[in-house]
Nanobody, 132 residues
């Protein structure tokens, strides 16, 4: 049973930074395409970033057009954890952020514009609120 638990959501001012974490149990993060999604009430869920191991201790990150250059996704294999460093936050980044996992590696490369329907494993979400 794969379980994902997010943490780190908070309220910050525009221009600030936050670090989200996702603890994974039941399997190893390196066995999955790991991703972050976000959703605002009344809007479709959208892919934020995804990470795929390409070699031992080597990973490749994929980003949506709206987060590229500001967000950085990472993995901590020792802690079996996924992270998301969010910098230069904007009001429009306000959303519930979800950690997701899928065994299909190709899903990572299509994170931009993805809604996550093909991801079978999800966390409960952590709220990020950015104020002006």
């Amino acid at each position: 049973q794969v379980e994902l638990v997010e943490s780190g959501g908070d309220s910050v001012q525009a221009g600030g930074s936050l670090r989200l974490s996702c603890s994974v149990s039941g399997d190893t993060v390196s066995n999955f395409c790991m991703a972050w999604f976000r959703q605002v009430p009344g809007k479709e869920r959208e892919g934020v970033a995804a990470i795929l191991p390409s070699a031992p201790d080597t990973f490749y990150g994929y980003y949506s057009d709206s987060t590229k250059g500001r967000f950085s996704i990472g993995e901590d294999n020792d802690k079996n954890m996924l992270t998301l460093h969010m910098n230069r936050l904007k009001v429009e980044d306000t959303a519930m952020y979800y950690c997701a996992a899928a065994r299909s590696r190709s899903l990572c490369t299509r994170i931009n514009g993805a809604s996550g329907t093909d991801f079978p494993y999800w966390g409960q979400g952590t709220q990020v609120t950015v104020s002006s």
